[in-house]
């Protein structure tokens, strides 16, 4: 039987504390996706362009809610010169920008404010990523929601009786809308970022862990381990577009030389 190109492999089960269905991607979860930012990140502009390592933070972040601005302009504030490349101008204009209805980190040079750029002293880099790792603090501490969850996704519906269906999947292109179609790249549908040493569930469990909760958490590891341990779970999209790419030109030259 056939795969669908697009295909993942799902599960879904009830919530033990509340009214609520947890669907999980099972495929996305249990791949290798990692972060290749500084290790080949093409960023997501409308052509490659590694070399200005913006990696996806070229457009600002939008702020999910007052809670989420208040703990990012308190991160912003305890930044230091060493850490922070546009200190001076995100103390004269500050880091946030209204844009219609939406909060979002101010833009500077092309890109988020607290996007240090090649050639400072610090390093490229996410300004409040940096003070994390300096505090020894988890990244969501300091960062936009956005930001620390990527990519990672939860979406919740509720339908007419209030009952919640919680999808925990990738973030993809169609998600941002049709900004999204004119990213010349995107990590989560690229083979070269699926080189992680373990899968997303683990690689990413803090994350993950504060998006569903500990005790849903711990559930989808149990599941994930156990499924694991009897098949390999569906390969990720991505990986195995990459595969058929291999195996055709592999083909392709075997035909050739024949």
Same mark, same amino acid.
């Given at each position: ?38 290790? #080949? ?5 409308? !052509?490659?362009?590694? @070399?200005?390592? @913006? !990696?996806?933070?070229?457009?600002? +972040?939008?702020? +999910? ?6 703990r990012v302009q308190a991160a912003a504030a305890r930044l230091t010169p060493a850490q922070f490349q546009h200190l001076k101008r995100a103390r004269r204009v500050g880091v946030l920008k209204r844009q219609g209805e939406d909060l979002t980190t101010r833009l500077t040079d092309g890109a988020c404010i607290f996007l240090n750029r090649p050639g400072f002293p610090g390093g490229p ?5 940096? +003070? ?27 339908? @007419?009786?209030?009952?919640? /269906? ?21 990590? /989560? ?7 992680? /040493? #373990? ?10 862990? /504060? ?16 499924? !694991? ?27 050739? !030389?024949?």
């Amino acid at each position: 039987m056939s795969i669908p190109d697009d295909a993942h492999e799902w599960v879904s089960f009830g919530d033990p504390d509340e009214d609520r269905t947890w669907v999980i991607d099972v495929t996305f979860l249990a791949s290798a996706w990692k972060c290749i930012y500084f290790e #080949g990140c093409q960023g997501v502009l409308t !052509g490659p362009a590694a @070399e200005l390592v @913006e !990696g996806c933070c070229s457009y600002g +972040a939008h702020l +999910a809610d007052k809670k989420d601005a208040r703990r990012v302009q308190a991160a912003a504030a305890r930044l230091t010169p060493a850490q922070f490349q546009h200190l001076k101008r995100a103390r004269r204009v500050g880091v946030l920008k209204r844009q219609g209805e939406d909060l979002t980190t101010r833009l500077t040079d092309g890109a988020c404010i607290f996007l240090n750029r090649p050639g400072f002293p610090g390093g490229p880099g996410c300004a409040l990523h940096r +003070a994390a790792v300096e505090a020894g603090v988890p990244a969501r501490l300091y960062k936009p929601d956005v930001c620390w969850q990527l990519p990672v996704r939860r979406e919740d519906a509720t339908d @007419e009786g209030g009952h919640v /269906t919680s999808t925990v999947t990738q973030w993809e292109r169609r998600h941002w809308g049709p900004a999204g179609d004119e990213f010349h790249w995107w990590c /989560t549908e690229a083979p070269e970022a699926f080189v992680g /040493t #373990g899968p997303v569930y683990l690689s990413l469990a803090d994350e993950l862990g /504060t998006l569903v909760g500990p005790a849903v958490y711990k559930m989808i590891v149990g599941y994930l381990d156990s499924h !694991g341990a009897h098949r390999q779970p569906l390969a990720h999209p991505a990986v195995r577009r990459a595969g058929d790419q291999v195996r055709s030109s592999a083909s392709s030259s075997s035909s050739s !030389g024949s």
